[in-house]
């Protein structure tokens, strides 16, 4: 603390090292001043007097001007220490009135391209920050078990590795060049851990989980996204074993902050504190709460008012010691010198968003991700459209020219902005429709109904439709959920396609036009026999703005799809779960009634071109410890068109100590090919790809024999196989 209270305080200071300013800045703070840092606001209200009386820390749900008047009234309190703004920017600035929508996470890991998502993370930080905020709470590394959970499009997939590679270039594209880079965004990795382990695919149920099971699965991609330098963490909603994650020490403080190394800030999911209390029922009063959730490792507890009294007592009591209340203080404090905050507070330049929201080239990153991320499920062979063949184009279905749907949860319109908040602009979207309007061939005839409702049984629209499908030479149907089924608790019991969809797809068929299904949907849907018999599939996910076009580009053959699938798409909802990498050991490889198999399964993709993979082998046929092998496989393009091939590698551990995965994706590639040529494609498994984790919830590296596989996909027909021993 400064001896002369007229000169400049420490705290002030930039040339000072942090550790000092933070010292400094916290010895001159009242109780009251410490716990209010460790409020996020939800910031809705007209009324910021809560500025000046409860000083919190950070606020959300905050956007343009108001941002402003925010830090003004900031700099005026007592110690003008400035704030850090969050918002939900999840796949784009999701609640920014015409910003850059991308695809959601799932659509996006149908592209395999890590470049490509940093890119993505890049424009969305170009975007916030230009508007004032500083914060992201994205990416999503929630591993998606039951596809009946609302929240599966916000995941990456099903994969914990790709989870991790994902999650690790959006952090990078968000943050930037660091915590100073006045034009990236702190990222979010969420929701720790465990969330999406549910009972029934009921959101924020209780989890089964061990924490051998959690080691094994489900950390993996937040202990990533710690070497990545991610600095914010989010618990999730659910209880483990008994225990609220925000309760949780050993999860929260024992593995995130001493074993992993963690020096950023943790913060609660929306109200976690509060639902100890309300929901959780562990603490009978706020008191006993803030006791609970700082003992057990959080930071910063969002949008729980009552947090602010209950920490005050507990510490006024001498229940929880004010020590333990400079704890948390000290790391934001840390983030937010770290960040420049009290040199430059970052204000909104509202002329400089004008600008950014409207830059050309955020449009052609929307585009490049929207056309990577396509996947071709399913083809007979009438993809692409034959010009010469294709002069009158049934477009039907209730998603065809639905905007809301295409842009998917958490983007306006979606029920976590209030209706009065409207909608993105129409003309920012391109629909399916719109797509197919602008690319279809020349002198060639494009008739629309939309048949159905997705919400509702009324089929009195199907006559129509199928009435264009008659007098067309082929029919595009675009069907798929609504967001009404889809996001945070709004699980289904069902994954069949809802209202009238089934019942429009089924008098399609009976025309006997060429069908093509396009999918416009936020997780895998069970489709009816109808869809299954089409001619053609094509899967979009929620696309984003640019969605339309790339899918009309797919169709019309000017793009060749090159997406792969991340997550596996069942036959039936009772196959639940479908992923990939099972357990080995069960009675049997099917159901009595039904194949254990998925309609399509995690790595699938079809292309305009063929692929043929030859030559697998590895650098050594027997790997000492600690080091690394080569893969090598060829693949060949033996079809007509160029294309690019998402190379897939898998590790199978023949005997283990304890039951294991019979097989988990540890390395891919993305490949150019002419068609004609063939390359040698080399990934590189470094030792911690042969991990397990044994009884005792340690990740070794066991001596023995281990399988390669390596293909387009993972099915065991798929894939080449190569032996390999480990010392």
């Not at 029919?475 to 798929?480: D, F, Y």
Request: one cysteine or more; hydrophobic letters at 40%; proline letters at 5%.
């Amino acid at each position: 603390m400064s001896s002369n209270s007229s000169s400049t305080p420490a705290y002030h200071n930039p040339a000072l090292p942090i550790e000092e300013r933070v010292a400094d800045l916290l010895g001159r703070m009242t109780l009251e001043e410490k716990v209010g840092q460790l409020m996020m606001w939800d910031s809705r209200s007209d009324d910021l007097s809560y500025i000046n009386t409860i000083q919190p820390g950070s606020l959300l749900h905050i956007l343009g001007e108001k941002i402003g008047r925010a830090m003004d009234r900031a700099a005026n309190n007592r110690l003008g220490i400035p704030l850090i703004i969050g918002e939900d920017g999840i796949h784009g600035h999701s609640f920014w009135k015409g910003a850059t929508i991308f695809p959601t996470q799932l659509a996006l890991a149908g592209a395999w391209d890590s470049a490509l998502l940093e890119q993505v993370g890049r424009v969305t930080a170009e975007e916030m920050t230009a508007t004032g905020i500083h914060w992201t709470f994205s990416p999503v590394l929630c591993l998606t078990r039951d596809l009946r959970w609302g929240r599966t499009g916000e995941t990456f997939g099903e994969d914990p590795y790709l989870i991790g590679e994902f999650g690790a270039a959006l952090i990078r594209g968000y943050q930037g060049q660091g915590l100073d880079d006045p034009l990236g965004v702190l990222a979010t990795a969420k929701h720790f851990a465990g969330y999406s382990e549910t009972q029934g695919g009921r959101d924020a149920s209780e989890a089964d989980l061990s924490r051998r099971k959690l080691r094994s699965y489900f950390l993996p991609p937040f202990e990533r996204a710690v070497r990545a330098g991610a600095m914010t963490f989010m618990t999730g909603y659910q209880s483990i074993e008994g225990q609220p994650s925000t309760a949780n020490r050993w999860l929260l403080t024992e593995v995130l902050k001493d074993e992993w190394g963690f020096r950023g800030v943790l913060v609660t999911d929306w109200d976690n504190v509060g639902r100890l209390v309300k929901e959780q029922r562990v603490c009978a009063t706020y008191a006993d709460a803030a006791v609970v959730a700082v003992r057990a490792g959080n930071d910063i507890m969002m949008v729980t008012p009552e947090f602010y009294e209950g920490a005050l007592e507990a510490v006024r009591s001498g229940r929880l010691a004010e020590t333990e209340i400079d704890g948390p203080c000290a790391r934001l404090l840390a983030l937010k010198f770290r960040m420049g905050l009290f040199e430059n507070p970052r204000r909104p330049d509202l002329q400089r968003a004008a600008v950014e929201i409207a830059r050309a080239d955020h449009r052609a990153v929307n585009l490049a991700a929207a056309r990577e991320s396509l996947v071709l499920l399913q083809n007979n062979g009438l993809l692409p459209l034959d010009p010469a063949a294709v002069k009158t184009i049934a477009v039907v279905g209730p998603n065809a020219d639905d905007d809301l749907q295409q842009l998917g949860d958490w983007s306006l319109g979606s029920f976590q902005h209030p209706a009065e908040a409207g909608k993105h602009p129409r003309e920012k979207t391109t629909t399916v429709l719109d797509g197919i309007r602008a690319l279809a061939p020349a002198g060639s005839e494009v008739r629309y109904e939309r048949g159905c409702s997705i919400i509702n049984d009324d089929l009195a629209g199907i006559p129509a439709a199928v009435a264009a499908a008659q007098a067309a030479d082929v029919v595009v149907a675009v069907v798929g959920d609504h967001l009404h089924y889809i996001g945070e608790t709004q699980s289904t019991a069902t994954l069949e396609l809802m209202g009238g969809q089934i019942a429009l797809l089924d008098a399609l068929e009976k025309t006997g036009k060429p069908l093509v299904v396009v999918l416009v949907n936020s997780k895998p849907l069970v489709l009816p026999a109808s869809a299954r018999r089409a001619a053609a599939i094509l899967e979009g996910f929620n696309p984003g703005m640019e969605g339309g076009r790339a899918l009309a580009e797919v169709l019309f053959g000017s793009v060749n799809p090159s997406g792969k699938l991340t997550i596996s798409f069942p036959v039936h909802v009772g196959q639940q779960p479908v992923f990939y990498s099972q357990v080995r050991g069960q009675h049997g490889n099917r159901y009595a009634d039904l194949t254990q198999e998925p309609l399509f399964p995690f790595g699938h993709g079809l292309s305009f071109t063929q692929y043929r993979y030859s030559n697998l082998r590895t650098g050594a046929a027997v790997l000492e410890r600690g080091q690394p092998v080569l893969v090598s496989v060829d693949v060949e393009n033996i079809g007509a068109r160029a294309g690019d091939e998402i190379v897939q590698v898998y590790v199978s551990d023949v005997v283990t100590s304890v039951t294991w995965v019979n097989k988990a994706l540890k390395g891919f590639a993305r490949v150019h090919l002419e068609p004609g040529e063939k390359k040698t494609v080399q990934i590189e498994l470094a030792w911690q790809a042969f991990q397990i984790v044994d009884v005792e919830g340690r990740s070794v590296v066991e001596a023995g024999e281990f399988v390669i596989l390596a293909g387009p996909s993972s099915r065991d027909q798929d894939l080449l196989v190569a032996g390999l021993r480990l010392e």
